[in-house]
């Protein structure tokens, strides 16, 4: 099928306005494509990803499935290749991957968070584009969420984006996210299979000087400060972090007075 020019054609009906027609489509792309290296290069050459991307977009009137299929077909033809994610973000992917985060249906909005998570492991270009379209303030919203794997993959996912200056820097203008993390670290609140990754984050954002000076002055702060005398190690870390600082101020301010 493929010699006779298919490609072409499934991703012509992928384009289809009929949703039956789409999701075999895009199912049969998918396939094809995640079986040979060289027929995913001959989806992407003939316009595939467009496709898909379009079918995902929130302004295009469709039920939830097209997107949930299109968002699969993504991840599996386009995450392993810094040349497709690139394409993806010229096609305007992570507004609609945003959009989807803040907005969607819920079985959208938990692909789209996997689908964010594992972009979140790519390079640090595509870090900082998501820095950039406002991504680690809805992660944040899902810390606190129900499900334990959901709020794991929020704070990996935001833990891997903070790594990033620019991002840490981006990130601490939001006072009310730096004490919400902090807030979340409440041993009674806090499950402990995710201290160890909101304690991370709380770390990269001690490399920037705005972030100590937001930890350090948030009314949460005795929260890292129980767990550091409860001998949790990354959070004696944090405290010592944050104890050289504020004597490094001190004696900053004796030095030039």
């Not at 298919?6 to 049969?28: G, H, M, N």
């Not at 595939?48 to 077909?73: H, N």
């Not at 937001?214 to 702060?221: D, E, V």
Request: aromatic content about 6%; glycine content about 4%; some cysteine.
């Amino acid at each position: 099928m493929i010699e006779e020019d298919a490609v072409p054609t499934i991703i012509k009906l992928a384009r289809s306005k009929d949703e039956a027609v789409q999701i075999i489509s895009i199912e049969f792309l998918q396939n094809i494509a995640s079986a040979d290296e060289s027929v995913r290069q001959l989806v992407v050459r003939e316009g595939g990803i467009q496709a898909l991307v379009r079918v995902f977009d929130p302004k295009i009137a469709c039920t939830s499935k097209p997107r949930e299929m299109a968002l699969r077909a993504i991840e599996n033809l386009c995450f392993s290749s810094a040349g497709s994610i690139s394409m993806l973000m010229d096609y305007g992917f992570m507004d609609q991957l945003l959009f989807f985060l803040r907005n969607g249906d819920v079985s959208v909005q938990e692909l789209s968070l996997k689908a964010a998570f594992r972009l979140c492991g790519k390079s640090e270009e595509t870090k900082k584009a998501m820095g950039d379209a406002g991504f680690m303030s809805e992660l944040v919203k899902f810390l606190d969420a129900k499900s334990f794997e959901v709020r794991e993959m929020a704070a990996v996912a935001l833990s891997s984006l903070v790594s990033v200056p620019k991002n840490r820097k981006i990130f601490v203008q939001e006072d009310r996210d730096v004490g919400f993390l902090l807030q979340l670290l409440d041993q009674e609140e806090a499950n402990s299979g995710s201290k160890k990754f909101l304690i991370s984050i709380l770390l990269s954002l001690t490399n920037c000087s705005s972030g100590r000076k937001k930890i350090s002055s948030s009314c949460y702060l005795k929260n890292i400060e129980k767990l550091a005398e409860a001998e949790v190690s990354d959070a004696k870390r944090l405290v010592r972090k944050l104890s050289m600082n504020r004597f490094r101020s001190i004696l900053n301010v004796i030095w030039h007075s």
